[in-house]
Structure formats: C-alpha cells, structure tokens
C-alpha cells in the first residue's frame, strides 16, 4: 500500500489554526468589551474588524504558500 499526497496541503491545515483561534479570541474580547461597556462599541468594533483583517491575511498568506509549494 503506497500513500501519496502533498504534505504543502497539510501544512495549510495546520497553518489554519492559528488564524481560527485568533479570530476566536478577538471577537471574544469584543464580546466581552461591549458586554461591560456597551458606549464603547464603535471603538472596540473597529479595533476588532482590524485584528479579524490581521489574521485572515495569516490564513490567505497560508493557502498561497500550499499552492506555491505544491509541486506540480
């Protein structure tokens, strides 16, 4: 039995995570912040919508070095 695949594809798998729990985390915190302080929201929203571009970049940065690193 022979395995084949590309390890560039489990690597973004991997790679994903991190962006996943940052995302998480941020919009927690957001949660969080305007639970305790609801005039605040328009600050925390910006904030928040900033560090969710921040992260999703991570992630796209990820599936473009899998398909650079694919191979093929």
Do not use: K
């Not at 594809?9 to 919009?27: H, K, N, Q």
């Not at 609801?38 to 910006?46: A, H, I």
């Amino acid at each position: 039995m022979e395995i084949t695949g590309d390890l560039a594809i489990l690597g973004y798998g991997l790679s994903a995570i991190g962006p996943g729990v940052g995302i998480g985390l941020i919009f927690a915190a957001y949660v969080s912040g305007v639970a305790r302080q609801p005039e605040t929201r328009g600050v925390l929203q910006t904030i928040a919508i900033l560090g969710f571009v921040l992260c999703e970049q991570l992630a796209i940065f990820g599936i473009a070095l899998a398909f650079v690193f694919s191979g093929n």
